[in-house]
């Protein structure tokens, strides 16, 4: 079975940083790209960043991008995402997300979410 | 950006009856278009990929149609588990772009 498990959230100051890990079991991590998605109650999600199955491609949303790193691990079967100057519309629950393999993207597993909260 | 636009935001419907919901792309999208079924308190859950083909374990009450710029979701006879909000996705290009949602109550 898929498992995907965030931790890291929190509550943190505008213009902080936080790191969001998300354990990853129950399929090859290595061979599925991954994402964040994040979405504030009551709205849609909203994409923020993928990573391919190696680390060495990633891309962003502008909204974070030069903010916001996407990593993996693979020996660890985890993936990160690292936010600084994180801003009050960076708050959210954030999702992780995996990738179907072939074809175009579709968000076959998620992760419970994750509480980001940026306030003063 | 790809902007996403759902009608209606919100409907209520009897067990047994049938829904549909739209979804139109700002621009042509070929037929890349994700359906989601979001229960409160939970993440999103894939229905529907490339407009009209079934996640496994999708009940087939559950179809999708279009390409091009405007596709739709149908539920056949609606049940009780239906309840919750809906969301189109298009993955034709990055940035990843979701639709605002329709929210589905069951009376």
């Known amino acids: 079975e898929v498992q995907l498990v965030e931790s890291g959230g929190g509550l943190v100051q505008p213009g902080g940083s936080q790191r969001l890990s998300c354990a990853a079991s129950?399929?090859?991590?290595?061979?599925?790209?991954m994402h964040w998605v994040r979405q504030v109650p009551g709205k849609g999600p909203v994409w923020v960043s993928r990573?391919?199955?190696?680390?060495?491609?990633?891309h962003y949303a502008d909204s974070v991008k030069g903010r916001f790193t996407i990593s993996r691990d693979n020996t660890k079967n985890t993936l990160y995402l690292q936010m600084s100057s994180l801003r009050i519309d960076d708050t959210g629950v954030y999702y992780c997300?995996?990738?179907?393999?072939?074809?175009?993207?579709?968000?076959?597993?998620w992760g419970q979410g994750i509480l980001v909260t940026v306030s003063s | 950006d790809i902007q996403m636009t759902q009608s209606p935001s919100s409907l209520s419907a009897t067990i047994g009856d049938k829904v549909t919901i739209t979804c139109r792309a700002s621009q042509i999208i070929s037929s890349y278009l994700n359906w989601y079924q979001q229960r409160p308190g939970k993440a999103p859950s894939l229905l529907i990929y490339?407009?009209?083909t079934f996640q496994s374990g999708v009940p087939s009450r559950f179809s999708g149609s279009g390409s091009g710029t405007d596709f739709s979701l149908t539920i056949n006879s609606v049940q009780p588990e239906d309840f919750g909000t809906y969301y189109c996705q298009q993955s034709y290009s990055t940035p990843y772009t979701f639709g605002q949602g329709t929210k589905v109550e069951i009376k």
């Open positions: 129950g399929f090859t991590f290595s061979s599925f790209w």
């Open positions: 997300v995996r990738d179907t393999i072939g074809g175009r993207t579709k968000f076959d597993s």
């Open positions: 990573i391919n199955g190696d680390g060495s491609r990633t």
């Open positions: 490339d407009a009209s």
